[in-house]
Nanobody, 123 residues
């Protein structure tokens, strides 16, 4: 199994940028499709972006497409989420998830999760 640790969250003004990282250990990272999800208080966990095992294919939620970029470095066992043009509605705890299967938009398809990192966007 794989262990995941997110980092890079923080407080940023609207229009600003952050880059989140998710470091993996314990298993062959390149075997896992990876996803970023977020959860705001009182809301369900929602899909943000996902990337295939090789990194060649990506998929985005409509609300972040064109502003966020997911990427991975299999040599460093890390997946990234570059977030630009941040909005107050992007405020949430961001989680990375790993799956040996298809890198879908459904949280239930991911077997492994990190502890999350808080992103707060002020207006």
């Amino acid at each position: 199994q794989v262990q995941l640790v997110e980092s890079g969250g923080g407080l940023v003004q609207a229009g600003g940028s952050l880059r989140l990282s998710c470091a993996a250990s314990g298993d062959t990272f390149s075997s896992y499709g990876m996803g970023w999800f977020r959860q705001a208080p009182g809301k369900e966990r929602e899909f943000v972006a996902s990337v295939s095992q090789s990194g060649a294919s990506t998929y985005y939620a409509g609300s972040v497409k064109g502003r966020f970029t997911i990427s991975r470095d299999n040599a460093k066992n890390t997946v990234y989420l570059q977030m630009n043009s941040l909005k107050p509605e992007d405020t949430a705890v961001y989680y990375c998830g790993g799956t040996r299967g298809i890198w879908t938009s459904r949280p239930g398809d991911y077997d492994y999760w990190g502890q999350g990192t808080q992103v707060t966007v002020s207006s």
